[in-house]
């Protein structure tokens, strides 16, 4: 089976992974995906079909089941899953303490100086740039090394200066 990148169908790969060009993860070939593939609906799964479409019942649009019955495992999507939430909840504190000016009775200022929650914001800051933002970092790497700019590139470039303006800040 191979696997080609949706942006880039030159790019084919025997296994399954990222562009080497923009950084997209791959997918199957439309030639080499079984014809006898079934699709169900995510929310109606007695509704089972043989070709892409709407469920009957509710209108969403049909999922496609590999050759065991069972959804296809999208790790990059439980991998950016779980970065999503980390990032959520190491980023609300931070949030809190940015908006703590605008919160009745100041609540923050009351315990700490400005510096010490200055250096609060970076600790929780730093791993959500660091290890949420990985994938993005190295997805925007190789697009800029591959002269192929994408939202990756701008995204890393972004979050990246703005990280590092903050650090030479505080």
């Known amino acids: 089976m191979k696997y080609t990148c949706p942006m880039h169908p030159e790019i084919q790969e025997e296994k399954k992974g990222d562009c080497p060009k923009c950084g997209m993860a791959l997918e199957k070939n439309s030639q080499d995906i079984n ?21 009957p019942i509710c209108g969403m649009a049909l999922e496609k089941q590999n050759e065991t019955g069972d ?6 999507l439980k991998d950016m899953s779980r970065r999503f939430w980390v990032s959520v909840i190491l980023t609300l504190p931070v949030v809190l303490i940015a908006m703590s000016k605008h919160i009745p009775l100041d609540f923050f200022k009351k315990f700490h100086s400005f510096e010490y929650l200055q250096y609060i914001e970076l600790i929780l800051t730093t791993p959500v740039v660091l290890w949420c933002g990985y994938p993005f970092f190295i997805k925007g790497y190789r697009s ?12 890393a470039l972004g979050v990246g200066v703005a990280y590092i303006y903050s650090l030479v800040a505080a």
């Not at 014809?35 to 892409?52: A, G, L, Q």
Request: hydrophobic share 25%.
């Open 144 to 155: 800029f090394i591959n002269k192929s700019l994408n939202m990756f590139t701008l995204i």
């Open 35 to 55: 014809k006898k593939s079934k699709y169900t609906c995510p929310m109606h799964p007695e509704i089972v079909r043989d070709e892409p479409g709407d469920c």
């Open 71 to 76: 959804e296809d495992e999208n790790k990059e």
